[in-house]
């Protein structure tokens, strides 16, 4: 494993996971702040979360075999920054069908970041240390999983506390797309726009052994 490309996707594979869980704890106690949600609130969050994580599987297939063609780091940055934008508004939605229709647009985008991490992440991985690697980022993403719902009730909480009690569930929204606007903006800044496979390193060559085999006459 060499190069700062590495940690640059290891954090930004951790920012990613860690936009994507926050909402988690919060999500359903906002559903049901909105018209029409007390009598079903159930079905909502699981509608909302299936319709986002079915565009979000759709995506990744069309978005990574487009990443082969113009490129992961292209299709990382866009994602990104369309993520963070669709997270904006669903934090002044009125009504459950406005939310539905965002968090559907939003499992598009989130969906193309998935497969051009791990694509770029192959192309910068030293030949042979790829399970190492990918044992590496497995272990950040589980850990963005775990720190995610605590850091957004903490975040939601902050507001609560600051008198802002009214907008606290909204806020998560714009505490999300910060994260993703920080995500592209760290992909533009650090990775490279044309991405080579980083050769395995070359060990020193050793000079030949003397040949000790005496023919005896």
């Given at each position: 494993m060499r190069g700062p490309?590495?940690?640059?996707?290891?954090?930004?594979?951790?920012?990613?996971?860690?936009?994507?869980?926050?909402?988690?704890?919060?999500?359903?106690l906002f559903i049901?702040?909105?018209?029409?949600?007390?009598?079903?609130?159930?079905t909502m969050i699981g509608l909302i979360v299936g319709i986002a994580a079915a565009t979000g599987t759709m995506s990744a297939i069309y978005l990574g075999r487009l990443g082969d063609r113009i490129g992961h780091r292209n299709i990382l940055i866009v994602c990104a920054a369309a993520a963070?934008?669709?997270?904006?508004?669903?934090s002044w939605v009125t009504a459950v069908w406005q939310l539905l229709v965002l968090q559907a647009l939003t499992g598009i985008?989130?969906?193309?970041?998935?497969?051009?991490l791990a694509a770029l992440l192959s192309r910068y991985t030293e030949e042979g240390q790829e399970g190492s690697v990918y044992?590496?980022?497995?272990?950040?993403?589980?850990?963005?999983?775990?720190?995610?719902?605590?850091?957004?009730?903490?975040?939601?909480?902050?507001?609560?506390?600051?008198?802002?009690?009214a907008f606290r569930y909204r806020s998560i929204f714009l505490f999300t797309s910060?994260?993703?606007?920080?995500?592209?903006?760290?992909?533009?800044?650090?990775l490279p726009v044309r991405a080579s496979r980083i050769a395995p390193a070359?060990?020193?060559?050793?000079?030949?052994?003397p040949n000790r085999d005496h023919r005896r006459g």
């Open positions: 490309q590495v940690k640059t996707l290891y954090s930004l594979s951790f920012l990613n996971w860690l936009g994507r869980n926050m909402l988690v704890p919060i999500l359903p049901a702040t909105l018209p029409l949600a007390s009598s079903g609130i159930n963070a934008l669709l997270y904006l508004p669903q985008a989130v969906g193309g970041l998935t497969p051009s044992g590496l980022d497995n272990a950040i993403v589980s850990a963005s999983r775990t720190v995610a719902p605590l850091l957004g009730a903490a975040l939601v909480g902050t507001v609560h506390m600051l008198g802002f009690d910060a994260f993703f606007v920080l995500s592209a903006l760290l992909a533009l800044w650090r070359q060990l020193p060559t050793q000079p030949a052994a």
